[in-house]
């Protein structure tokens, strides 16, 4: 068989799949399959964490009422989350510029940082949690699914659909099981609770869906596309050039030459369903968590599109007790689970509890010396009756196994080992070495 035969038996494969599948009922793909195996190349790489992590996602959202995700900053962050019982971790942009960039700096949310960051950190995420797996693999231990899905930020796709093509295949090389683009210009991206923002017209954000799409497919992972739209709150737009937009237009300009746009819940909910056939969720960043706002920016959606999941960013940034009384915020991710937003996440929870923790015993250490250092100890043991085990610090990175590995090589034996006589094998592990 010829290569183009090849090609051509490939691709009829794949629009097969695409016709019969579930998974691509309602996606709207503008490119043929024949353009996907033309890009593929002869040669076939397997994404293996990137694969199982979409399919994962895909299922969680279907099965769970909704699945709850924080955002992870660190490898041993996401650990502790999987550890806890969360079933899948978001990957925040914002917390990757402002700690975690191949910048090696501090950023605010604006796409300052290096494109390749978060991939960076996905990868990161990825190896600590397949250190946990090896360990319990290791020790004859189970119970736990370490390889929990990461939706990651794309953010703006920094730069245009080529730039978002390989934002998104650096994405999957690294193991993400979902990614977000948001119709944002890219070379003025804000955080979606700064001000400032401009948007992209609405085709053209089509056209970076339609690169992340065709990324997937090139890579042959069914990864869990997000589109965000940050219509809600943003007053700039690049260009008229879409009629869909220009019902929003106000006919003003700035110094810039960006056109003044109304904000609010209607241009989100027309930008949401332009999206919609290009994308597997769809998320309206908001400025407060409004209940009756997010019904009605479902209702909406569903309107047209029925089987349509939705997302919803649970964001630090709201000052919840103003808005919602104990009732209602108890309540609140069970409500919007209900309405079809199936993914919901606190982008910033690690940048949070990294903070206030590290802010509390040094304060605590500063006043008191070591008696505020000890009741963080206590703590960790208080926890360990609901499965926390980072009390154990030198297992929890893998000394024992290294020290399994030791004794592969020295055939059995060896006298070098780490955990054996260690401070902590003397001192922590039995309650009655603790005591």
């Known amino acids: 068989m010829t290569s183009t035969e090849t090609r051509s038996r490939a691709a009829e494969l794949l629009e097969r799949r695409w016709a019969d599948e579930l998974r691509w009922a309602g996606i709207v793909r503008p490119y043929s399959a024949e353009d996907v195996i033309r890009l593929r190349g002869s040669l076939r790489i397997d994404h293996t964490l990137a694969a199982r992590g979409s399919e994962k996602l895909w299922g969680l959202l279907h099965e769970e009422p909704y699945v709850p995700a924080l ?24 917390q990757v510029a402002g700690d975690a960039n191949l910048g090696e700096t501090t950023y605010p949310d604006q796409s300052l940082y290096p494109a390749n960051s978060v991939p960076a950190v996905v990868r990161r995420i990825n190896n600590a949690l397949r250190r946990c797996d090896q360990i319990q693999w290791a020790e004859g231990e189970g119970g736990i699914d370490w390889l929990a899905p990461i939706v990651a930020d794309a953010e703006a796709g920094f730069g245009g659909p080529l730039n978002a093509f390989e934002l998104m295949k650096g994405m999957i090389e690294a193991g993400a099981g979902g990614v977000h683009f948001e119709d944002q210009l890219a070379s003025e991206k804000k955080c979606g609770h700064l001000g400032g923002k401009v948007l992209v017209p ?85 400025s407060t968590p409004d209940l009756e706002e997010a019904e009605q920016f479902a209702a909406a959606v569903h309107a047209e599109f029925p089987e349509k999941l939705l997302a919803y960013n649970c964001s630090p940034s709201f000052n919840w007790k103003r808005h919602l009384d104990d009732a209602a915020i108890a309540t609140f991710q069970q409500e919007l689970g209900r309405l079809g937003y199936r993914f919901q996440f606190i982008t910033l929870a690690g940048f949070h509890a990294l903070n206030a923790s590290m802010f509390e015993l040094a304060r605590g250490y500063a006043a008191e010396g070591m008696r505020a250092y000890v009741r963080l100890q206590e703590h960790e043991f208080a926890l360990e009756e609901h499965g926390y085990t980072a009390t154990r610090h030198q297992r929890e990175v893998g000394a024992g196994y290294f020290d399994l590995v030791a004794q592969t090589v020295s055939g059995g034996e060896s006298s070098t080992l780490a955990l054996t006589g260690s401070t902590e094998e003397a001192q922590f592990d039995t309650e009655e070495a603790v005591a």
């Open 71 to 94: 955002g992870a900053l660190t490898g041993n962050q996401a650990v502790q989350m999987v550890r806890a019982g969360l079933k899948a971790i978001y990957l925040s942009g914002w």
């Open 202 to 286: 609405t085709a053209q954000f089509v056209r970076t869906l339609t690169a992340a799409r065709l990324a997937a497919d090139v890579c042959d992972v069914p990864t869990v596309l997000f589109a965000r739209t940050d219509a809600h709150a943003a007053q700039l737009l690049t260009s008229d050039v879409d009629e869909r937009d220009r019902q929003f237009v106000t006919g003003e300009r700035t110094a810039e030459g960006f056109y003044r746009v109304r904000d609010g819940l209607e241009p989100a909910i027309e930008r949401a369903l332009a999206y919609a056939p290009y994308a597997d969720v769809i998320w309206c960043e908001t």
